[in-house]
């Protein structure tokens, strides 16, 4: 022991070596472990996210346009929408209210909310209350069959009608 | 004739004697090192220390309030199991289960007002609990990490009311939980998607019931009592409930032999690693008197009050039920439970900084409080003098929060309009 200094400085190498393979294990292992975590914790997320749902669908017809006559202002309530017709124009109004969900109920200036308060008017600008943004429009167009067709899919520019 | 030794006789004869300290190990205590067994050696007692300081016990310091939370706690627990039962988390039964509850079921109606109102009191006294470790500086080192879990408990105790009450599918849960979780979209990047996880669809409707009812009846009850036991341990570890420096007494009379440093090559009893080896002579005056049975009368007591109080209320209320579920018309106004009626009084300022901004910052000031304020000085009484700043600041928002939740409910009419009561 310590005699031949060679041979010590051969043992303490090993041991060195021993030592960085058993931290390299370690930490392979540690990553290992916390890696399987975080896989295993995605994966519980991509289950809790269900894929099909199985409410109202999204995209529907309405009937033909002569069943909403000039001056209509009508709100198809399980629909959330509110069908406006103009002269020969036609539009969809969202009826959820953009503050926190709400259904906004048909008032003599627009729309107002019972919920918190917001107004709006009836192109659904907001004129009072805590709404933070307007009714949304939704797409409307002409199925082949000479139905009207709302996709709430799709938000429009306010003001864009359909002309029939 | 006595029963030779050893026979069926005698054994039939000293069977229950021998079923009992089977049972019990230790007798009913009559002295000093019998009462201090009694927390060894019972499982339902070994969380409690074997002395406890008189000062812990002063009603008017803890008011009882963390216990009473826990007591309301079992309760909710126990009538939560009963209706489980009878309660289907479905759109077509659950209102009618509720009926039936009230209609039907032999104590249907009184288990539910027990859990109701149970429910408020929970988040109530969670509440004051609160304010009684902040007015007492409780919050101090060594305890910031036990008033940390205190913190989320709040929030475990909110939202399991939260997702309670969307479960009797009326009108009230129907339109509170539409609002809260459209509250929830409103978080920055990640507040969609919440809002998508919780519901299960675009819409308030049988996903999001279902949802709800699991995370209420499972995933919820687990996490608070997780943490209900560890904040319960972290009481023992962190050294018992806080306590002006005033109520220690030195124990100059004991001889104590204690270590400087753990040895690292030496191993240690339990009791060795935890004090350091320590010989204590005598009974020294330490201001303590022994948990069997101080404490544990103090807990009963506060135990008997707080079913006593549930029980009374059960009988003379009962849990309001609105009219079922009607998708097309919210009431108006539309309004939460009281506890959540002030932040919707905010929220009709701003869904942003009334529904998440400033309370997210509330949160977030109360986590960080025990590691701003880190000055040692004013713990263990009420109302501090040298910790006036720390408790008027609490005081301006507890003050602030219930004139909010007053205003949200008493002032408030139709479209959310300003109204007297009056």
């Given at each position: 022991?310590?005699?031949?200094?060679?041979?010590?400085?051969?043992?303490?190498?090993?041991?060195q070596?021993?030592?960085?393979?058993?931290?390299?294990?370690?930490?392979?292992?540690?990553?290992?472990?916390?890696?399987?975590?975080?896989?295993?914790?995605?994966?519980?997320?991509?289950?809790?996210?269900?894929?099909?749902?199985?409410?109202?669908?999204?995209?529907?017809?309405?009937?033909k346009?002569?069943?909403?006559?000039?001056?209509?202002?009508?709100?198809?309530?399980?629909?959330r929408?509110?069908?406006?017709?103009?002269?020969?124009?036609?539009?969809?109004?969202?009826?959820?209210?953009?503050?926190?969900?709400?259904?906004?109920?048909?008032?003599?200036?627009?729309?107002?909310?019972?919920?918190?308060?917001?107004?709006?008017?009836?192109?659904?600008?907001?004129?009072?209350?805590?709404?933070?943004?307007?009714?949304?429009?939704?797409?409307?167009?002409?199925?082949p069959?000479?139905?009207?067709?709302?996709?709430?899919?799709?938000?429009?520019?306010?003001?864009?009608?359909?002309?029939? | 004739?006595?029963?030779?030794?050893?026979?069926?006789?005698?054994?039939?004869?000293?069977?229950?004697?021998?079923?009992?300290?089977?049972?019990?190990?230790?007798?009913?205590?009559?002295?000093?090192?019998?009462?201090?067994?009694?927390?060894?050696?019972?499982?339902?007692?070994?969380?409690?220390?074997?002395?406890?300081?008189?000062?812990?016990?002063?009603?008017?310091?803890?008011?009882?309030?963390?216990?009473?939370?826990?007591?309301?706690?079992?309760?909710?627990?126990?009538?939560?199991?009963?209706?489980?039962?009878?309660?289907?988390p479905?759109?077509?039964?659950?209102?009618?289960?509720?009926?039936?509850?009230?209609?039907?079921?032999?104590?249907?109606?009184?288990?539910?007002?027990?859990?109701?109102?149970?429910?408020?009191?929970?988040?109530?006294?969670?509440?004051?609990?609160?304010?009684?470790?902040?007015?007492?500086?409780?919050?101090?080192?060594?305890?910031?990490?036990?008033?940390?879990?205190g913190?989320?408990?709040?929030?475990?105790?909110?939202?399991?009311?939260?997702?309670?009450?969307?479960?009797?599918?009326?009108?009230?849960?129907?339109?509170?939980?539409?609002?809260?979780?459209?509250?929830?979209?409103y978080?920055?990047l990640?507040?969609?998607?919440?809002?998508?996880l919780?519901?299960?669809?675009?819409?308030?409707?049988q996903?999001?019931?279902?949802?709800?009812?699991v995370?209420?009846?499972?995933?919820?009850?687990?996490?608070?009592?997780?943490?209900?036991?560890?904040?319960?341990?972290?009481?023992?570890?962190?050294?018992?409930?806080?306590?002006?420096?005033?109520?220690?007494?030195?124990?100059?009379?004991?001889?104590?032999?204690?270590?400087?440093?753990?040895?690292?090559?030496?191993?240690?009893?339990?009791?060795?690693?935890?004090?350091?080896?320590?010989?204590?002579?005598?009974?020294?005056?330490?201001?303590?008197?022994?948990?069997?049975?101080?404490?544990?009368?103090?807990?009963?007591?506060?135990?008997?009050?707080?079913?006593?109080?549930?029980?009374?209320?059960?009988?003379?209320?009962?849990?309001?039920?609105?009219?079922?579920?009607?998708?097309?018309?919210?009431?108006?106004?539309?309004?939460?439970?009281?506890?959540?009626?002030?932040?919707?009084?905010?929220?009709?300022?701003?869904?942003?900084?009334?529904?998440?901004?400033?309370?997210?910052?509330?949160?977030?000031?109360?986590?960080?409080?025990?590691?701003?304020?880190?000055?040692?000085?004013?713990?263990?009484?009420?109302?501090?003098?040298?910790?006036?700043?720390?408790?008027?600041?609490?005081?301006?928002?507890?003050?602030?929060?219930?004139?909010?939740?007053?205003?949200?409910?008493?002032?408030?009419?139709?479209?959310?309009?300003?109204?007297?009561p009056?």
């Amino acid at each position: 022991m310590g005699l031949n200094p060679r041979r010590s400085s051969e043992a303490e190498a090993a041991e060195q070596q021993n030592a960085s393979r058993r931290r390299m294990l370690g930490w392979l292992t540690g990553v290992g472990l916390f890696g399987s975590g975080i896989l295993s914790a995605f994966s519980n997320f991509v289950f809790i996210k269900p894929r099909a749902t199985y409410g109202a669908p999204q995209r529907f017809t309405i009937g033909k346009p002569t069943s909403y006559p000039e001056g209509t202002r009508v709100a198809i309530e399980p629909r959330r929408i509110c069908i406006v017709r103009d002269g020969n124009r036609l539009a969809a109004i969202s009826t959820t209210c953009t503050h926190l969900g709400c259904i906004v109920g048909l008032s003599d200036t627009g729309f107002a909310c019972p919920c918190h308060g917001s107004r709006y008017d009836q192109d659904g600008t907001v004129t009072g209350g805590p709404a933070p943004k307007p009714l949304a429009w939704y797409k409307v167009s002409l199925a082949p069959n000479g139905e009207l067709e709302i996709d709430k899919d799709v938000e429009v520019q306010p003001g864009t009608y359909l002309n029939v | 004739m006595t029963p030779k030794k050893g026979s069926l006789l005698e054994s039939a004869r000293e069977l229950p004697s021998n079923v009992w300290s089977s049972i019990f190990r230790n007798p009913l205590p009559h002295n000093d090192v019998e009462r201090s067994a009694t927390s060894f050696t019972n499982f339902f007692l070994h969380i409690h220390p074997v002395k406890v300081n008189k000062n812990t016990l002063r009603p008017m310091y803890t008011m009882g309030l963390g216990l009473m939370s826990f007591f309301l706690f079992l309760i909710l627990v126990v009538t939560g199991i009963l209706l489980m039962f009878y309660y289907v988390p479905s759109t077509n039964q659950a209102y009618d289960r509720m009926l039936d509850l009230r209609g039907s079921v032999a104590f249907g109606t009184f288990l539910r007002n027990m859990h109701r109102w149970s429910a408020h009191g929970m988040v109530a006294i969670v509440f004051f609990h609160m304010c009684r470790v902040f007015f007492t500086g409780a919050y101090k080192k060594p305890r910031e990490f036990n008033w940390l879990l205190g913190v989320v408990l709040l929030l475990v105790t909110l939202f399991l009311s939260f997702t309670g009450y969307l479960l009797p599918w009326d009108q009230l849960a129907f339109w509170a939980i539409t609002v809260g979780t459209a509250i929830a979209g409103y978080a920055p990047l990640v507040g969609k998607e919440i809002r998508f996880l919780l519901l299960g669809d675009a819409n308030v409707g049988q996903e999001a019931l279902l949802r709800f009812y699991v995370l209420h009846v499972a995933v919820l009850p687990v996490i608070a009592t997780l943490l209900i036991a560890v904040h319960f341990w972290r009481i023992r570890k962190d050294g018992g409930l806080s306590r002006p420096a005033t109520a220690e007494v030195k124990p100059d009379l004991a001889i104590t032999v204690k270590a400087v440093e753990l040895d690292p090559k030496r191993t240690y009893g339990l009791q060795g690693l935890v004090r350091g080896p320590m010989v204590k002579v005598g009974n020294v005056p330490d201001n303590s008197v022994y948990s069997w049975p101080n404490l544990l009368m103090a807990e009963l007591f506060a135990f008997v009050v707080t079913l006593s109080i549930i029980l009374v209320l059960s009988m003379l209320f009962n849990a309001p039920l609105e009219e079922p579920v009607n998708v097309m018309h919210p009431p108006n106004p539309a309004k939460a439970p009281w506890y959540f009626l002030g932040l919707q009084e905010m929220v009709s300022y701003s869904a942003f900084w009334g529904g998440v901004g400033i309370p997210g910052l509330f949160v977030l000031l109360l986590v960080l409080t025990p590691y701003i304020d880190r000055s040692p000085e004013g713990v263990g009484v009420w109302f501090s003098k040298k910790r006036l700043l720390a408790n008027t600041v609490f005081l301006t928002f507890v003050i602030l929060n219930i004139g909010f939740i007053i205003i949200g409910t008493f002032f408030r009419g139709p479209n959310w309009s300003f109204v007297t009561p009056w």
